[in-house]
T-cell receptor, first 113, second 112 residues
């Protein structure tokens, strides 16, 4: 069974640019979660998508957005990049919403210069 | 507002000894807890979970203990092996909430 995949693995952007990160969940999983792990911090919850709908978002500004496609893959968009957006962005998927194990992808390392 | 805290950023243990990783939480509504392990350049992988109706859950060398009155959980690894060297995150959720709250992680080093 293929795991959660994310692309790209690394990305370098400059301040003010926009970036799109992609995630493909495990087959059969309908929920996709996005997390940010900045240096020295734990995983901060960003967004949760289930069945194509945004179900919840964490304490992040609106320039962080995303969507989930009919095949349950997901995109995370970050507009007007700031230096503090430099982080590892992790995507996870699950079958049981928030009451079951989440399976994580390897992450996308974003560096904002 | 860090609702889940791991106050020890790092821990070193000799191979064969017990590793104890600690986690504290502040939200009394949390009723489901998980531990994840993360190797460098990989995403976190699920290790073990516990619901608030239990105070202990065991899976092989890994045991999680939950003390609801103290809002504290711990992960015991016995015996520790060098392959256990990784960053360990605890996470918590509630059945009325819709997100997991993660701690900042503890980096475990098992010395051969």
């Amino acid at each position: 069974e293929a795991g959660v995949t994310q692309s790209p693995t690394h990305l370098i952007k400059t301040r003010g640019q926009q970036v799109t990160l992609r995630c493909s969940p495990i087959s059969g999983h309908t929920s996709v979660y996005w997390y940010q792990q900045a240096l020295g911090l734990g995983l901060q919850f960003l967004l949760w998508y289930d069945e194509g709908e945004e179900r919840n978002r964490g304490n992040f500004p609106p320039r962080f957005s995303g969507r989930q496609f009919p095949n349950y893959s997901s995109e995370l968009n970050v507009n007007a990049l700031e230096l503090e957006d430099s982080a590892l962005y992790l995507c996870a998927s699950s079958f049981l919403t928030f009451y079951g194990e989440q399976f994580f992808g390897p992450g996308t390392r974003l560096t904002v210069l | 507002d860090q609702q889940v805290k791991q106050n020890s950023p790092s821990l070193s243990v000799q191979e064969g000894r017990i590793s104890i990783l600690n986690c504290d939480y502040t939200n009394s509504m949390f009723d489901y807890f998980l531990w994840y392990k993360k190797y460098p350049a990989e995403g976190p992988t699920f290790l073990i979970s516990i619901s608030s109706i239990k105070d202990k859950n065991e899976d092989g060398r890994f045991t999680v203990f939950l003390n609801k009155s103290a809002k504290h959980l711990s992960l015991h690894i016995v015996p520790s092996q060098p392959g256990d060297s990784a960053v360990y995150f605890c996470a918590a959720s509630s059945n009325t909430g819709n997100q997991f709250y993660f701690g900042t992680g503890t980096s475990l080093t098992v010395i051969p």
